[in-house]
C-alpha cells in the first residue's frame, strides 16, 4: 500500500470516529425507548446541520432513518413527524395572510429550488386534505391550479420507515426552517377559518359597476393588445397594438368610476400581491411602484416574500399590473441588447428606466386628467381617500421613505434612460 493512500485511510477512519462521538447513533433498543420530545430535538438538530452545514447534515438523516426504521407507528417516525408539522405549519400560514403561491416564491427566495418544490407539494396535499378547491374563493382556486401544472402532487412528501434519501431529507428540512420563521402577512382575502361563512370580505358596493363579464373580456382584449406590442420588434406595430389597449384602458377605467360615482356608491380598493423574480428585484419592484404611483395605486415592497402589494381600485390594480408586466418586457429586452452585462449595469439600467418611465407616465396621466375638466377632480380625490383608509388599514406602522442613495453604473443609467424614452406607452394615460 502506497504512503499516499494509507494516509487516505486514516483520514477516513478519523472522520469515522469524529461522526461517533458527535452524532447519536441509536441501536434498535434505544431507538424504541425514545420519547416523541427526543425525536422532535433530534429533528430540530437536524434541520439546523441542513440550514448551516448541509455538508455534514449526513450522519444526522442516518439517524432519523434509523429512528423510522424501527418506528413502531407513524408518531415515532420523524419523517412522518416533519411532514406532520409542515402541513400544520402551511395551514397557520394561511391563516395568517399567506395565500399558496405567496408561499412557495417565498422558499424560492430564502431557501433552494428543491426546498421550494417540496413546500409546493405540502402546499397542495393541505389544500386537499381541506377541501380549498371546494371551499376556497376562485383566485385562492386559480393559484392551487398553477402550482398543481408546475408541480404535481405526490402524497409520499418524504418516505416513512428510513427509507428517505439525503437529498429529500434536506429539501424537507430546509423548508421546515423556512415554515419556522415565515412573518405574519396582512389578509388581502378571507383566511381558511371563514370560507363557508356568512360573512362577505371587506369591500364597498359595486352593484353599478360594469358586469363581470364584460369587464373579463376587456381585460382579456387589452392582455392580447399588449402582448403583440410586446412580442413584435416594429416600433410602428408596437405603437398601435399599445393604443388601442390604452383607449380599451381609458374607456374601462371611466366608466366604472363614473358609473360608481353618479349611483352614490363606495369605491371599492383591494390589495394585490405581485411576486417579483430574481434578479435584480428591487429595481424590479421599482418600476412597479413609479407604474402604480403614476395611476394612483399605493404600493409597498416586502423583501422578505419578495413581494409587491399593490391597493387600489380593482380596476386600477389589474391594469397597472398590465403595464408593468409589457414595460418590464421592453425594459429586459432592451438591457439584454446593450453591449454591457455586468450587474452594477443592469442595475443602474432597470433604475433609471423606471425612473424615466415614472416621469413620462406621470405626465401622460396629468395631461388626461386636465382634459376631461374640473368636474372629474372630487371623484379623483374621493377615490384617493378610499385608497389611503384601505392602505392604512393594512399598513399601519408603515412610514413613507426611500433607501439610501447608492452609486450606479453611468453607462446603464444613459442606457436605461435611452431606453425608457423609446418604450411604447399609452398616450394620455387616465386611471382614476
Keep these: 500500500m502506497s504512503r499516499e493512500s ?88 394561511f391563516e395568517h395572510g399567506w395565500q399558496p403561491l405567496d408561499l412557495v416564491h417565498a422558499a424560492r427566495r430564502q431557501t433552494s429550488k428543491p426546498a421550494a418544490e417540496w413546500l409546493a407539494r405540502v402546499v397542495l396535499i393541505e389544500a386537499s386534505s381541506s377541501g380549498a378547491m371546494v371551499c376556497a374563493p376562485q383566485p385562492w382556486r386559480d393559484q392551487l391550479t398553477a402550482l398543481s401544472s408546475r408541480h404535481g402532487q405526490d402524497d409520499a412528501l418524504l418516505p416513512l420507515h428510513g427509507r428517505a434519501t439525503s437529498q429529500q431529507w434536506v429539501a424537507a428540512l430546509v423548508a421546515l426552517d423556512l415554515l419556522h420563521r415565515i412573518p405574519r402577512l396582512e389578509a388581502l382575502v378571507p383566511p381558511p377559518s371563514r370560507w363557508g361563512t356568512n360573512s362577505p370580505p371587506r369591500q364597498a358596493s359595486t352593484a353599478a359597476a360594469p358586469a363581470g363579464g364584460d369587464r373579463a373580456k376587456t381585460l382579456a382584449k387589452i392582455r392580447a393588445l399588449l402582448a403583440k406590442a410586446e412580442s413584435t420588434d416594429f416600433a410602428a406595430e408596437a405603437e398601435a397594438f399599445t393604443a388601442k389597449a390604452q383607449d380599451l384602458m381609458t374607456r374601462h377605467s371611466i366608466d366604472e368610476t363614473l ?103 406621470t405626465t401622460s396621466s396629468e395631461e388626461a386628467v386636465a382634459s376631461y375638466g374640473s368636474s372629474l377632480v372630487p371623484v379623483l380625490e374621493r377615490q384617493a381617500e378610499a385608497v389611503t383608509e384601505e392602505f392604512e388599514r393594512l399598513f399601519p406602522h408603515v412610514l413613507s421613505g426611500s433607501r439610501r442613495s447608492r452609486q450606479l453604473d453611468r453607462r446603464g443609467w444613459d442606457a436605461g434612460t435611452r431606453a425608457a424614452d423609446a418604450a411604447v406607452l399609452p398616450a394620455g394615460r387616465l386611471e382614476a
Design 259 to 361: 358609473l360608481a360615482a353618479d349611483a352614490g356608491s363606495s369605491f371599492d380598493v383591494h390589495g394585490r400581491r405581485v411576486l417579483i423574480d430574481q434578479p435584480y428585484a428591487l429595481e424590479k419592484a421599482t418600476l412597479l411602484h413609479v407604474v402604480a404611483d403614476a395611476n394612483r395605486v399605493r404600493t409597498i415592497w416586502n423583501s422578505f416574500a419578495a413581494h409587491v402589494t399593490l391597493v387600489g381600485l380593482p380596476t386600477d390594480v389589474e391594469q397597472v399590473d398590465l403595464l408593468f408586466t409589457s414595460t418590464l418586457v421592453q425594459a429586459t429586452r432592451a438591457m439584454t441588447q446593450a453591449d454591457l452585462s455586468s450587474a452594477p449595469f443592469r442595475r443602474a439600467f432597470l433604475h433609471a428606466f423606471a425612473v424615466r418611465i415614472g416621469e413620462r407616465l
Design 6 to 93: 494509507r494516509q487516505r485511510r486514516e483520514a477516513r477512519r478519523r472522520a469515522q470516529r469524529r461522526t461517533t462521538r458527535v452524532t447519536p447513533q441509536p441501536s434498535d433498543d434505544v431507538a424504541s425507548g425514545l420519547q416523541q420530545s427526543e425525536i422532535i430535538a433530534l429533528i430540530d438538530r437536524a434541520v439546523r446541520f441542513a440550514v448551516d452545514a448541509p455538508r455534514s447534515v449526513g450522519p444526522h438523516v442516518a439517524v432519523l432513518n434509523e429512528l423510522g426504521a424501527v418506528a413502531e407507528s407513524d408518531s415515532y417516525d420523524p419523517a412522518a413527524l416533519v411532514v406532520d408539522e409542515a402541513l400544520t405549519r402551511v395551514a397557520a400560514a
